[in-house]
């Protein structure tokens, strides 16, 4: 679990001061994942080898290595103190850039995590809380454009659970796109082939059997003896 209690705010000479979040629901703890906590308990490791390390570098020069600050932050520098986050901002841009990903802004990952949620299936509550919002409104009115998206894949959820061998195909990306300009226009069945194979073995055997049928009964005689006069 992770508690929100501050955040750090640089103005445009990257002076920097610890500050309250914006609204009363900003301040919330936040349940980590199993992916995030592994990776903050190895961080964690990480942090104490680099204190273990300035603190020897400190006693040995201590005119260059100045104290390590014990500065409570999770991410910091090899020396405690936290980064400047318009420093991690650039560094972000930079690394988005040396890969060749989309120009993305380090904030817009929150973003992304919050469409996740979203397409996981959490509700906007949930949205709300994860992301500290004011207000419903504010968390409804940013991500709304997105529930269309996620509640037909919500109406597929349970006929994806239903195993179904004579059943609808899931239609492709490009029946998908056909629907959304035709939406009056239902998907076809598509049949089982081998079903239909054994269907029409079976009413070959049945037409078989129904004309040996007729060729072995016997006429009534009374018939014959209408018919000869």
């Not at 991410?75 to 930079?94: L, M, Y």
């Not at 409804?140 to 919500?154: I, K, M, R, V």
């Not at 899931?170 to 076809?188: F, I, N, S």
């Amino acid at each position: 679990m992770a508690h929100v209690s501050g955040q750090l705010v640089t103005d445009s000479n990257y002076n920097m001061w610890q500050d309250t979040p914006k609204s009363r629901s900003g301040r919330r703890a936040i349940a980590l994942d199993y992916a995030t906590l592994a990776l903050l308990t190895a961080w964690r490791d990480v942090q104490k080898a680099q204190r273990a390390e300035w603190e020897e570098k400190h006693r040995q020069d201590p005119k260059t290595y100045g104290p390590y600050v014990d500065s409570g932050y999770v991410f910091t520098q090899p020396d405690g103190r936290p980064h400047n986050p318009q420093n991690v901002s650039q560094a972000f841009w930079r690394f988005i850039q040396r890969l060749g990903l989309p120009p993305v802004r380090l904030h817009d990952l929150r973003h992304c995590a919050a469409s996740l949620s979203l397409a996981a299936g959490l509700s906007m509550k949930a949205i709300q809380a994860l992301l500290g919002h004011s207000s419903y409104q504010l968390t409804a009115d940013t991500y709304t454009s997105l529930l269309p998206q996620f509640e037909q894949a919500a109406a597929n959820a349970p006929l994806d659970l239903v195993p179904r061998r004579n059943g609808v195909e899931k239609p492709t990306d490009e029946q998908a796109q056909a629907a959304k300009a035709h939406p009056m226009q239902l998907p076809v069945p598509v049949h089982d082939e081998e079903g239909i194979e054994q269907g029409a073995t079976t009413a070959s055997v049945d037409e078989e059997t129904s004309d040996r049928h007729l060729r072995v009964v016997r006429s009534d005689p009374r018939d014959e003896a209408l018919g000869a006069a």
